[in-house]
């Protein structure tokens, strides 16, 4: 059974840097996509960036400049440096992943990113 485990998220204040990790487990398949959502409350859940086996990434509008993403495909982690962080940034953040060998996506408990102003 396939497990995304999430950490990093807690308090900052505006302006301030976060690093969000992700570690997969449970699985040998090569796990094609990885990536972030978060959710705020009353709001659909939104992507906020994903990055391929081969390195290929996307970003919301939202975050481009401000957030980065990557992996370490050895140790099948994600992870999110966030920078430049507004307290519109604040949501629980989940991190997704996908194999060409699962059925379906993947997802992780959420963690929480509060931002004060």
């Known amino acids: 059974q396939v497990q995304l485990v999430e950490s990093g998220g807690g308090l900052v204040q505006a302006g301030g840097s976060l690093r969000l990790s992700c570690a997969a487990s449970g699985s040998m398949a090569r796990i094609d996509i990885m990536g972030w959502y978060r959710q705020t409350l009353g709001k659909q859940r939104e992507v906020v960036a994903t990055i391929s086996s081969g390195w290929n990434t996307n970003y919301a509008d939202f975050v481009k400049g401000r957030f980065t993403i990557s992996r370490d495909n050895a140790k099948n982690t994600v992870y999110l440096q966030m920078d430049s962080l507004k307290p519109e940034d604040t949501a629980v953040y989940y991190c997704?992943?996908?194999?060409?060998?699962?059925?379906?996506?993947?997802w992780g408990q959420g963690t929480q990113v509060t931002v004060s102003s």
């Open positions: 997704v992943a996908k194999s060409s060998s699962w059925s379906t996506w993947e």
